[in-house]
């Protein structure tokens, strides 16, 4: 998996992105950081089980749904099962080893 490295394709809330099969980072330091990769490995899991596009499809439905939820941008963002499932492995750099298919499911 390629980590590309542009400071202008991310917006000023956003250090990185997984978008299918790069991982874009703000900055070249990110590289090195061993829990932010593995995150976005996991969103590259994610997107690759639903076949990219539907996984896009869902997480901005999500989204949208949580930001009606909670009324609170930041709070919607990290109540979407992707990235509930993420930022709950990211520091488990074996967690991709083990994890089974669709496992953002119990995430919901």
Known sequence: MRIV???YLIGRHFVGLALWP???VKDSFLKDDEAFINHEKI???QQAELLVLPFYILYFAEYI???FQYRNLQLAY???SFEREAY???DD???L???KPWSFIKYF
Do not use: C, T
């Open 5 to 7: 490295v542009n400071k």
């Open 22 to 24: 790069f991982i874009v």
């Open 43 to 45: 969103h590259i899991r």
């Open 65 to 67: 749904i949580r930001v």
């Open 78 to 80: 990290r109540n979407i």
């Open 88 to 90: 709950y492995n990211e």
């Open 93 to 95: 750099l074996n967690y």
């Open 97 to 99: 080893k083990k994890r």
